[in-house]
């Protein structure tokens, strides 16, 4: 009799067990082991009552949501929260010097003005005009440079 009353017991407190599932510190961990394992970097997970919150900051959009569909992979976890993981922001592209700045503009506009055989450097602000153009054509190529507006203009165009 004692041992069905044993047997009885040890079902029942297993059965029991069985049945409240991990625990929340038990899914934390195999969260975090799961987003290692996807080599997901920058998330960290906090877990309550099954719902697993994501926080951190991100490379870009793919992959807060692949910790997300790896931390939802996880037996046990409900739900998954990413309003807490954050896209770093994108690297600000340096800007355009201002030698290069003119030096396209004298580019379009000799180009507008249909003419070639011109190469066009700048330098601390200053355009040097070097190629083959033709005598009558050098006044145009000449307004081209100033109109940009540099500090100075240096003519070594073969005519």
């Known amino acids: ?8 017991m040890t079902l029942a407190i297993a059965l029991f067990m069985s ?4 625990s929340d510190a038990d899914l934390t961990k195999a969260a975090t082991d799961k987003l290692a394992a996807d080599k997901v970097v920058g998330v960290t997970v906090a877990v309550k009552d099954g719902v697993a919150t ?4 991100v490379a870009d959009v793919t992959v807060k949501s692949k910790a997300e569909t790896s931390v ?11 309003s807490k993981v954050t896209l770093k922001p994108l690297p600000t ?8 700045m003119l030096e396209g503009t004298v580019n379009e506009a000799l180009r507008k003005k249909g003419i070639t055989g011109v190469t066009v450097t700048v330098s601390n ?5 070097s190629g083959t153009v033709d005598k009558a054509k ?4 000449m307004m081209a440079a100033n109109e940009a507006k540099p ?3 240096i003519n070594n165009l073969n005519k």
């Open 125 to 129: 602000g200053e355009i040097t005009l």
């Open 19 to 22: 049945a409240c599932g991990k």
């Open 151 to 153: 500090k100075k203009v």
């Open 72 to 82: 939802k992979a996880v037996e046990g976890i409900k739900s998954v929260d990413v």
């Open 1 to 8: 009799m004692k041992i069905k009353i044993f047997t009885i």
């Open 93 to 100: 592209p340096a800007p355009v010097s201002e030698d290069k």
């Open 54 to 57: 994501l926080t951190g900051e």
């Open 138 to 141: 050098v006044p145009e190529v």
